[in-house]
């Protein structure tokens, strides 16, 4: 292939892979998908190679991660907060379907809505509504500090696969 098309075909899925990495910042937004999808692509393009392979399947697990990570750290707070199992539910249904109607700022604004709402409505007192509220907002950091973490570490191993395969 000539060097041209293999320095544009690093740039667009590096650009891709920043897209994924930044929107991250969007507790809704795949970015590790995003992320994980450009590698493939970049695979498909470029060829895999031994050493391609097997990062490819490491960045597959890290997306994987990643994304139940997602959900984990967010629920986790919520319900540290005293939120139900069921309020979790819906604010992370909320959530899914906030930033499908209204991207992408409709799950951000949805799911804490929800947690608040229904856990109001669940315990009567808005006092603890707000604890779980406070609760989801504390798991969303460790959420996006996580699933940047991975991120990040799934664009470095794709930096090896491009220079050392």
């Not at 060829?47 to 994304?67: D, E, H, K, P, S």
């Not at 603890?128 to 996006?144: C, I, P, T």
Request: charged fraction near 10%; avoid cysteine; charge should be positive.
């Amino acid at each position: 292939m000539p060097e041209w098309i293999n320095t544009s075909i690093f740039v667009l899925t590096q650009i891709i892979i920043l897209v994924g990495l930044f929107g991250l910042i969007v507790p809704i937004f795949p970015g590790t998908v995003v992320i994980w999808l450009a590698t493939l692509g970049y695979g498909v393009v470029s060829g895999f190679g031994r050493l391609g392979m097997v990062l490819f399947v490491i960045i597959t697990i890290l997306m994987l991660a990643g994304t139940l990570a997602d959900n984990f750290f967010l629920g986790a707070g919520a319900r540290k907060g005293g939120a139900s199992w069921k309020t979790i539910g819906v604010a992370l249904v909320a959530g899914v379907l906030g930033t499908l109607i209204f991207p992408p700022f409709g799950g951000l604004i949805a799911a804490p809505l929800a947690v608040l709402l229904l856990e109001y409505q669940r315990t009567g007192n808005l006092d603890n509504a707000w604890k779980a509220l406070r609760g989801m907002a504390a798991g969303f950091g460790l959420s996006f500090i996580a699933r940047f973490a991975i991120g990040f570490v799934m664009m470095v191993l794709w930096w090896i696969w491009v220079w050392k395969g």
